[in-house]
């Protein structure tokens, strides 16, 4: 009984996670969604910008963006997130002062606009090559066909892989307490492995674990009753990003 109590009281002291829950709502779950949502916009630009370098006749563009691709997908999460975060201010660059989510949101930015290449460039890809020959045969120039044609065409196949990706982001920011956030800053993770550390118990870091499920699970089900939806209704045309998808959800 002494056993069964002692693991009762290491992952689900309810004292303990009742008292928690307040400040994991009002300062940490509003920090993550803002850091998830800066992060996300930072990921879209790098990731439409990588995409269309990966797409482009130029060798001299194409290649600085396959290796930044390559590296940044090759490295570990919690590596890119300290070097960048923590590395830029070191180097000097300090764009954003003493603000540590800029850091942090340009860290995770940064690594997911990596993955989020490859989905824009797979979407942009799988634009059939009839629609954008009927296009320059009207006399549109390259540049008018990707702006007017191909990205709004392949921007909306790749939207279910894109919310998937969005729920990458989610997960990512636990791991901006590598950077060390000031009080009123921290993310549902760091307030619950600082109550984890002052009380020895893990109970905080299992209520931050449910909170970030009750945000990723249903998310996950829209994603794949949307996907399969896409899929059913354009099996061709949602082919390229389901496979992205899947590859991501591996690595």
């Not at 439409?48 to 940044?72: H, Q």
Request: charged residues 15%.
């Amino acid at each position: 009984m002494d056993g069964l109590k002692q693991i009762w009281d290491t992952f689900f002291d309810l004292d303990l996670i009742g008292s928690t829950l307040p400040t994991l709502l009002k300062e940490g779950l509003l920090n993550t969604l803002f850091l998830t949502v800066l992060a996300s916009a930072i990921g879209l630009v790098v990731g439409i910008f990588l995409a269309s370098g990966l797409m482009s006749r130029f060798r001299v563009l194409r290649l600085p963006c396959r290796w930044y691709v390559d590296i940044l997908r090759g490295l570990p999460h919690i590596l890119s997130i300290y070097l960048i975060g923590q590395g830029l201010p070191l180097a000097g660059l300090t764009m954003f002062g003493n603000w540590t989510y800029g850091y942090a949101a340009l860290a995770i930015g940064l690594m997911e606009g990596a993955y989020m290449a490859e989905i824009f460039r797979s979407g942009f890809q799988s634009v059939d090559k009839g629609i954008v020959e009927a296009s320059r045969s009207l006399g549109m120039s390259h540049t008018k066909t990707m702006r007017l044609i191909v990205i709004p065409i392949g921007f909306r196949r790749v939207l279910p892989a894109l919310t998937g990706q969005f729920i990458l982001v989610i997960k990512s920011t636990a791991l901006v307490y590598l950077l060390g956030l000031a009080a009123g800053q921290r993310e549902m993770f760091a307030i619950a492995q600082d109550t984890s550390t002052n009380n020895a118990s893990l109970s905080p870091l299992v209520a931050a674990g449910l909170f970030y499920l009750a945000i990723t699970v249903p998310l996950t089900y829209v994603v794949n009753k949307w996907d399969k939806r896409m899929r059913e209704g354009r099996p061709a045309a949602a082919t390229a990003p389901a496979a992205v998808r899947t590859e991501e959800a591996l690595v």
